[in-house]
Nanobody, 118 residues
């Protein structure tokens, strides 16, 4: 069983920064893609940023230029650097990993709360 564990959330003022981490129990290169999603109260879960096995990235329009997804292959950890945070970034942030073998499977972390407020 693969486990993903997020950390790094918290309360930050508008304009501030946070870095989220997602530690994986499996080798990070065993994932076809890894991503960060978020879910605000009474809203659907949405993709924030995704990184492929090859390292290519894509971002939601709302976070482009402010958020950066990265990974530490040796440490099996995925990161999300969040800068210039806005109140509308407030949400629970989830780490996601997709593996194709032995069967296509999506794995999720438990989520970490990010609150942007003065």
């Amino acid at each position: 069983q693969v486990h993903l564990v997020e950390s790094g959330g918290g309360l930050v003022q508008p304009g501030g920064s946070l870095r989220l981490s997602c530690a994986t129990s499996d080798t990070i290169l065993n994932f076809l893609t890894m991503a960060w999603y978020r879910q605000a109260p009474e809203k659907e879960r949405e993709l924030v940023a995704r990184m492929s096995y090859m390292g290519s990235t894509n971002y939601a329009d709302s976070v482009k230029g402010r958020f950066t997804i990265s990974r530490d292959i040796a440490g099996n950890t995925l990161y999300l650097q969040m800068n210039s945070l806005k109140p509308e970034d407030t949400a629970v942030y989830y780490c996601n990993g997709n593996q194709a073998l032995p069967t296509p499977t999506d794995y999720w972390g438990q989520g970490t709360q990010v609150t942007v407020s003065s």
